[in-house]
């Protein structure tokens, strides 16, 4: 089976820079995503990465290394409205695999 | 910009009831999903749809739940009896393609409370 974890809470102030990890175990890798999601709100896709690197999207970055079964959500000039938890992905199939979330509070 | 919509909103029902929750994918996508979060807990798949049948289902879709596309553009989950347990927002998600699966759309959720 897969599973996921991350870090249950971060806190960072507004501006600054911050990064959410999560470490995952697979059998098959087809990519590990990052979706946000405000309280009580839907999900929304952030970034993706299949391969290793960097993937950069304005303030948000996502980046993978497959040999270390890890990858992290970077996001820069927080601002309060990023106040939300953070959720990687698995794909498995045709099937998402979600961690735990991690709830970023950004405070002034 | 295209977005997938659910109703109800919200949902309550008596224990043993049926209930059904409606979605409207995106109209060019061709995968659908059913998923549901227990309050305070991680999303869940529930199942998957393509080509008017079930691609995968998990251990928590059992012969309680059913799905189906009755027409072009909606795509419905029928829980026949609930289940104290079924309370949940469900949310239903699309995708364009096989190459874009880890890219899924969400739609706002229905928040189903069985009394």
């Known amino acids: 089976g897969q599973s996921l974890e991350q870090p249950s809470e971060v806190t960072a102030v507004e501006g600054a820079i911050v990064q959410i990890n999560c470490t995952y175990q697979?059998?098959?890798?087809?990519?590990l995503s990052w979706y946000q999601q405000h309280d009580g709100g839907a999900p929304t896709f952030l970034s993706y990465?299949?391969?290793?690197g960097l993937e950069e999207t304005g303030r948000f970055s996502s980046f993978l290394s497959r040999s270390d079964s890890y990858g992290y959500l970077l996001l820069q000039e927080l601002q309060m409205k990023d106040s939300a938890s953070y959720f990687c992905?698995?794909?498995?199939?045709?099937?998402?695999?979600f961690g735990q979330g991690t709830e970023l509070s950004v405070k002034p | 910009e295209p977005e997938v919509t659910q109703t109800p909103s919200h949902q309550v029902t008596q224990m043993g009831q049926e209930v059904i929750l409606r979605c409207v994918p995106i109209?060019?996508?061709?995968?659908f999903y059913w998923y549901r979060q227990i309050l305070g807990q991680k999303v869940e798949f529930l199942v998957s749809?393509?080509?008017?049948?079930?691609?995968?289902k998990s251990e928590i879709f059992d012969d309680q739940f059913s799905v189906e596309r009755p027409d072009g553009s909606n795509f419905t989950l029928k829980i026949r009896s609930t289940k104290l347990e079924d309370s949940a927002m469900y949310f239903c998600?699309?995708?364009?393609?096989?190459?874009?699966?880890?890219?899924?759309?969400f739609g706002p959720g229905t928040r189903l409370t069985v009394l």
């Open positions: 998600a699309s995708s364009p393609g096989q190459g874009l699966l880890n890219e899924q759309f």
């Open positions: 697979t059998s098959g890798f087809y990519g």
């Open positions: 990465n299949a391969l290793d």
């Open positions: 992905a698995l794909r498995e199939g045709g099937k998402l695999i």
């Open positions: 109209s060019n996508h061709l995968y």
């Open positions: 749809f393509y080509n008017n049948e079930i691609s995968e």
